[in-house]
């Protein structure tokens, strides 16, 4: 939905097509349900300039299109691998239906080799097919799609690689033209990447830990270098979402196909898994070594700010660790609204963070919402029953803990304690102890 809506804005005609016909519908009066800040005035904007459509099914979508783009579904399959079961779907029901001279384009992230064996299950010569990854991300897609960092095409003909690119020549972009197989390799080769790169933050605020090292400082020190760069350096539960999991999963098992050993990769995904089983130790640690009959409050259960979005969400994961050591678990997150079937019967959703934190032995903070920055400290500390806040985005700040009396526990950094009046104190977790100090 992104790329057409945002495709049509910069005066293409487009026209989107899905077999859900109720979507369709919806779309078709403007109305969009997932939270992404700005798609919904796009597509409204693009239905009243009448360059953006909804249909169902594919013949009244391609029938007069000079560019065709599949943007289905590329889940993880058996192994690893990447389900290709939609795409193959969509190209052999499209097939027939391509006007002569068109473009068939894979915005799906898909395996090297899937445009070449598109171009054998279409068996038409007068179709080229291209690949063009997106690299959008969810809570920020449609300035992404608007302001990218570059456009990456790749087909086995220059004709059909150059229209692809020139649809996006308004954006002003770099542009990369190669090879198909090339093109299907950077989407995999950045998005694994970012995930090795997250583990490895991840496993330096665990050495931090130990050696009473401070994070934040250490990421910031990094930062500055250019060669390394700001993002994808905070610590957290560990990374998820649809698109890092699947895609290093799936490289994982192109690489095997081809009999290559990739163990920093296996590393990365390893050290993943066990930095989400990091962060219940943590709990654990603050709720005096059991959880069992323990009431948590829980901050956040997608797999990050800005989205509604579960799939293979860390925060959801940790949750489900905590409920499976006998924690009551009460959740609030400002993207859910408490219908969602990837909620575990554990979880109890709420509808604000104080209720929440009510009578909770600890509050854990999971996904980074800024508006939980700004919420009364004052009022969640008389709510709970514990004074010990586990961030594991780091994403609070201590000193406003601390004066509400709250203990502060985060990830890479010196525990920071606080103190209840005796009048607010009550049995729970216990509060952080500050190491002694070296005078």
Known sequence: MTTGACLASLGHRVVCSDVNAAKVEQ????????????LGELVQEGIAAGRLEFVVGSAGAVADAEVVFLCVPTPMGSGGKADLAAV????????????????????????????????????????AVVSNPEFLREGSAVHDFLNPDRIVVGSDSQDAAERVAALYARLGAPTVLTDAASAEMVKYAANCFLATKLSYVNAIAELCERLGADITDVT????????????????????????????????????????????????????NARQRE?????????????????????????????????????ALEVARLLA???????????????????????????????????????????????????????????????????DTRNHLDPDVLRRAGLSWRGVGRTPVTGSLSADRRRPGCAAAEAPPANI
């Open 220 to 271: 910031e020190g990094m930062g500055y270098d250019r060669r390394i760069g700001q993002s994808f350096l905070q610590p957290g539960p560990g990374w998820g979402g649809s698109c890092l999991p699947k895609d290093t999963a799936a490289l994982l098992q192109v690489a095997g196909a081809v009999e290559f050993d990739f163990p920093l990769l296996q590393a990365a995904i390893s050290s």
């Open 278 to 314: 990091r962060m219940v130790a943590k709990v654990v640690e603050a709720c005096g070594g059991s959880l069992d009959g323990v009431r948590l409050g829980l901050l956040g259960l997608t797999f990050k700010a800005g989205t509604d979005d579960l799939r293979d969400s860390p």
């Open 324 to 390: 499976a050591r006998g924690a009551e678990l009460v959740a609030y997150d400002p993207g859910l609204r408490g219908d969602e079937p990837e909620l575990p019967p554990e979880v109890a959703l709420v509808d604000d963070p104080y209720q929440a934190a009510k009578e909770a032995a600890a509050l854990v903070l999971l996904t980074e919402w800024q508006e939980f920055r700004t919420l009364d400290w004052n009022r969640l500390a008389d709510a709970l029953r514990g004074p010990v806040v586990v």
């Open 88 to 127: 193959e779907a969509v190209a052999h029901e499209v097939r027939e239906l391509l006007p002569a001279g068109c473009v068939l384009v894979t915005k799906s992230t898909v395996p090297v080799g899937t445009s070449a064996r598109l171009h054998e299950l279409v068996g038409r010569d007068d179709v």
């Open 27 to 38: 779309l078709s009066q403007g109305e969009v349900r997932i939270h992404e800040p700005g």
